[in-house]
Nanobody, 124 residues
Framework: QVQVVESGGGSVQAGGSLRLSCAAS?????MGWFRQAPGKEREGVAS????????VYADSVKGRFTISRDTGKNTLYLQMNSLKPEDTAMYYC????????????????????WGQGTQVTVSS
């Protein structure tokens, strides 16, 4: 069993930046960030492979968000720049220990460990 805990959310004005962190209690293979806004379905934002070299992003965040990980610290990050009001959501960290095929995934079905979420609010 792996526990994941997010941190770093907050309120920011449009155009600002935030950095989310996710601490895992042990080894994980691929990991991802998801978000869910009120009244909307959860969507995959970014994913990274076990080694930290392969990434994938949702079209809505490409060029603005960067996912990375420190495998030695079992920690996942999401650097969010040029934030927009439509980025407002609860952000969740997701992880698995299963073999990830493909090596990254924006599907929630690929993950079986989830954090409680951290709120990100972007005002115009």
């Amino acid at each position: 069993q792996v526990q994941v805990v997010e941190s770093g959310g907050g309120s920011v004005q449009a155009g600002g930046s935030l950095r989310l962190s996710c601490a895992a209690s042990g080894y994980t293979s691929c990991m991802g960030w998801f978000r869910q806004a009120p009244g909307k379905e959860r969507e995959g934002v970014a994913s990274i492979d076990a080694g930290g070299s392969i990434t994938v992003y949702a079209d809505s965040v490409k060029g603005r968000f960067t996912i990375s990980r420190d495998t030695g610290k079992n920690t996942l990050y999401l650097q969010m720049n040029s934030l927009k009001p439509e980025d407002t959501a609860m952000y969740y960290c997701a992880a698995t220990r299963r073999w990830c095929i493909p090596p990254t995934s924006l599907s929630s079905y690929s993950y079986n460990y989830w954090g409680q979420g951290t709120q990100v609010t972007v005002s115009s």
